[in-house]
């Protein structure tokens, strides 16, 4: 089992930046090892479906990225902290929404919410004027 608790969100102007951070801790006894396996973001705006960000690869050393985040957010992870972080930047309007870590057990990263195992609470992020 595995606890994601993300932070960073609020409330923001259009074009500011946000930087969000998830802490991943295993439960005692649990047969997964954070620093070995994928992760991703999601966002669920309301009264729409849940969306893919980003992910990233266990090792860093991969990245994907949705077309309307591309070039404004960058998704890291520092595995001995067992983190991983989403910077945006440029917010517009559009990305409110509750963002959302996600771990899955494997170690390649993948844009499909069915692939991911564990899920924060989320956390909101509001771009507003």
């Known amino acids: 089992q595995v606890q994601l608790v993300e932070s960073g969100g609020g409330l923001v102007q259009p074009g500011g930046s946000l930087r969000l951070s998830c802490a991943a801790s295993?439960?005692?006894?649990?047969?997964?090892?954070?620093?070995?396996?994928?992760m991703g973001w999601f966002r669920q705006a309301a009264g729409k479906e849940r969306e893919f960000v980003a992910s990233i690869q266990w090792n860093g050393a991969l990245a994907s990225y949705s077309d309307f985040v591309q070039g404004r957010f960058t998704i890291s992870r520092d595995n001995a902290k067992k983190s991983v972080y989403l910077q945006m930047s440029s917010l517009k309007f559009e990305d409110t929404a509750v963002y959302y870590c996600a771990a899955r057990t494997a170690r390649s990263d993948s844009s499909y919410d069915g692939d991911y195992a564990y899920w924060g609470q989320g956390t909101q992020v509001t771009v507003s004027s």
């Open positions: 295993e439960v005692t006894g649990g047969d997964i090892d954070i620093s070995n396996v994928a």
